[in-house]
């Protein structure tokens, strides 16, 4: 049976993620004497407009009494929904947001530079002003006739994490995308002859309207239903067809217009093999602990600078926190209307090198009032490693920040216990279909959550020393190290490529985990962490950071002929040792499935044993029975 859905079963799904705000608006598409003409339903008139509407589309072509010629009117809907989890500006914002010229913007995303945002601002309201100058031609080109300029060079300008729906109505144009590297979901069905609807979503909401008899049927109907829409601006101009009759339009995938992003969509380094002199050179200079080091110009030789690449990466890291937890107005306000212990930004937690690092620089970015909640999932209690990295990171952050609070939330699952939790989980990861995408949807589902225990000193009763209590964050900026591993060589695949490959091989294989980082990462991951009323940030993400860790040689950010925990990443744990973490700095890569041990848990429930899914490839294997 094929998988269909309502507006409401959208609209549920929205709701699941406790936004502040949840609006419709309705844009109705009519060709009148061969034009198209477009308007914006109002709120007290749209069930009726609609069920007009659809009255007329299932009657014959009427009679047009002055010409006595047959003549049919073709009709359409747009439906827009938003949801707001407002982190920014002073004042309530609603979505979708109409313009007076009946411009309609739903806007999922942060703008950190690119547009000017004053700090009280809403970014939303900026950029559906800056988009109502753009150009409305129907050639969507910056051509003489047009003073604004092209949508595609505005939305390429953005620098942060962004996901649009825009219909402009002058040019009968609607334009959709996703950032360049698809740092928020964004899903597509196109037409088909099963399910007509263009329908772009930043949610996958379960089956309500006709529920298949096979559980197996109608999850697998649903993966199929979906795709990552892929990075880029896309457009469909909507005009009528020769007939005059009907409602056509053709999609069209725009350039990026940034130069500085198209590099980084390309993902090239100027030097990848090091000259023995260079590379035995690099070894001692790390060994020494030798400032003066060598990156790349614009023509690929070599030059010296009297700043090290860790102390570059480090400042950069510094702007990209600085730009995700401190730009937000509204959340503020905490510090004055007498609420205590605040907490605004949490971080997903294992106590290894990455977390560890955004954990340190955010303690220098954040007001000091602020509390900081550290999240940690575990599947195996105190037994997990990355219970135990944790604990170890937390006492660790103490030493280097003791007048900071430090709130390590310890989350405890039972993957037998998650029955319904494990269906939701498989609704928010479509259309990822591995157990792999499962068990790492399940970890941050839960870790984002922020459900769980604390080790505090009861200050009611001091004398018995800390006490176990249940606590729940609430805190609505997440930040997660993603990106970090593809960038600086974390991953196991990335050593026995360069085992294989040398560093020609290595780079190559670490190019292509970023290119494809939005289709096999990104969605998924902001789709499960989104249903907990979170907003997930990438410091690592953040333009400025990769285009500095490109500007390197390969042989700064990773020495692989060094074992784990040393040369891997190598240029993150000079970070760390900077920042002071020195047991953090020499922590081996651990993925979130193995260090919380959900994949080990899951591995027994659907293969019986750790062994015989290793035999099967469990990690790739596609779930086609009930996980329940």
Request: with cysteine.
């Amino acid at each position: 049976m094929q998988y269909t859905f309502a507006i409401d079963d959208l609209k549920a799904g929205l709701r699941r993620r406790g936004p502040d705000s949840l609006g419709t608006k309705k844009v109705i598409l009519e060709v009148k004497d061969a034009e198209v003409h477009s308007y914006v339903a109002r709120d007290k008139e749209t069930e009726r407009e609609i069920s007009c509407l659809r009255a007329m589309r299932d009657c014959k072509p009427f009679s047009d009494g002055d010409s006595g010629s047959g003549m049919q009117q073709s009709v359409a809907e747009m439906c827009f929904v938003g949801a707001v989890l407002q982190l920014r500006g002073t004042k309530p914002v609603v979505q979708p947001l109409v313009s007076a010229t009946g411009n309609v913007l739903i806007y999922n995303g942060e703008i950190y530079d690119g547009l000017y945002v004053s700090c009280d601002s809403n970014d939303t309201n900026v950029l559906l002003q800056s988009l109502e100058d753009c150009c409305c031609c129907q050639s969507h080109e910056n051509v003489s006739s047009c003073s604004g300029k092209p949508i595609p060079e505005l939305l390429s300008s953005i620098k942060g994490p962004w996901a649009a729906i825009y219909w402009q109505a002058a040019s009968r144009t609607l334009w959709f995308g996703r950032d360049a590297l698809g740092r928020r979901s964004l899903l597509v069905h196109w037409p088909t002859s099963e399910d007509s609807r263009l329908v772009l979503s930043s949610v996958s909401p379960a089956c309500t309207s006709q529920e298949p008899d096979s559980e197996v049927e109608g999850r697998a109907s649903n993966i199929t239903y979906w795709e990552e829409l892929p990075c880029g601006v896309y457009s469909i101009a909507v005009d009528a067809t020769e007939a005059g009759a009907c409602l056509a339009g053709k999609i069209r995938k725009h350039e990026w217009m940034n130069y500085m992003l198209k590099d980084l969509i390309k993902w090239e380094r100027k030097l990848i093999e090091p000259k023995l002199m260079e590379f035995n050179s690099s070894n001692c200079s790390s060994l020494l602990g030798n400032s003066d080091i060598h990156s790349a110009s614009c023509n690929g030789t070599l030059h010296s600078s009297s700043i090290s690449p860790a102390d570059r990466v480090l400042a950069a890291l510094r702007k990209s926190i600085t730009r995700r937890s401190t730009q937000n107005t509204i959340y503020k306000e905490a510090l004055h209307d007498g609420r205590e212990n605040s907490v605004p930004v949490a971080i997903l937690f294992s106590g290894g090198l990455d977390s560890m690092i955004l954990a340190a620089i955010l303690h220098e970015c954040l007001d000091a009032g602020y509390d900081i909640d550290l999240l940690n999932v575990s599947f195996n209690g105190e037994a997990a490693p990355d219970r135990i990295t944790s604990r170890a990171g937390l006492k660790e952050l103490e030493r280097i920040a003791p007048l900071r609070r430090w709130r390590l939330v310890e989350i405890d699952a039972d993957l037998s216990n998650l029955t319904m939790e494990m269906k939701q989980v498989m609704a928010l990861i479509n259309p990822a279909k591995t157990y792999m995408d499962l068990n790492i949807g399940i970890a941050l589902w839960l870790a984002s959550g922020g459900d769980g225990w604390v080790h505090e000193l009861d200050t009611s009763a001091p004398h018995e020393g800390y006490q176990r209590f249940r606590y729940k964050s609430e805190a609505r900026i997440l930040l997660v190290g993603s990106g970090a591993d593809e960038q600086c060589a974390g991953y196991g695949r990335h050593r026995t490529k360069y085992r294989n490959s040398s560093w020609l091989g290595l780079h190559e294989e670490m190019k292509l985990d970023m290119q494809r980082i939005w289709k096999r990462n990104l969605g998924r991951d902001d789709r499960c962490i989104a249903d907990n009323g979170k907003e997930a940030r990438f410091p690592f993400l953040d333009e400025d950071v990769i285009r500095i860790l490109l500007d390197f040689p390969l042989w700064e950010i990773a020495n692989l002929n060094q074992p784990s925990g040393k040369g891997d990443k190598k240029i993150l744990r000079e970070v760390a040792r900077l920042l002071g973490l020195h047991e953090a700095a020499v922590q081996p890569k651990r993925a979130i499935q193995f260090g919380s041990r959900i994949a080990q848990e899951s591995n027994r429930k659907n293969f019986g044993s750790n062994r015989a899914a290793n035999q099967a490839s469990a990690g790739s294997v596609a779930f086609h029975k009930s996980s329940s």
